[in-house]
């Protein structure tokens, strides 16, 4: 059984922010949801480097994650001044997702 696993992405963090990730339209008095290209790419390039790390094998049990992502933008003033201008949770809802669509893991519940 694989322990653990370790992989790194040139996904920008604010590709996998999930409530940028769909963009509601209505025809024919319905809602259509799609998933913003930035949004499939950003997944497509996770679950490509968290299979190869994982080699066929799937994650049990409780799980730990460890992520390091740099934002490209700080917050000018406030509280936050000289912080990253980063959603972190947005963002790492799509990195689970990204890892459960890849079978590497059954559940974000695990983490």
């Known amino acids: 059984m694989k322990k653990s696993i370790a992989f790194e992405t040139p996904v920008k963090p604010g590709d996998l922010k999930t409530n940028h990730a769909w963009r509601h339209t209505t025809r024919g008095g319905r809602i259509v949801v799609h998933k913003r290209s930035e949004y499939r790419s950003a997944q497509a390039a996770v679950r490509r480097a968290a299979r190869k790390a994982a080699d066929g094998w799937q994650l049990e ?48 519940a695990q983490v």
Do not use: M, N, P, Q
């Not at 740099?70 to 003033?77: L, Q, S, T």
């Not at 000289?82 to 959603?87: K, Q, R, T, V, Y």
């Not at 890892?99 to 974000?108: A, G, N, P, T, Y």
């Open 61 to 108: 049990g409780s799980l730990h994650v460890h992520i390091t992502t740099f934002a490209e933008r700080v917050h000018r003033k406030g509280a936050a001044a000289g912080l990253a201008f980063i959603d972190v949770d947005a963002c790492v809802k799509g990195l689970l997702d990204a890892l459960e669509h890849s079978k590497v893991i059954e559940s974000d």
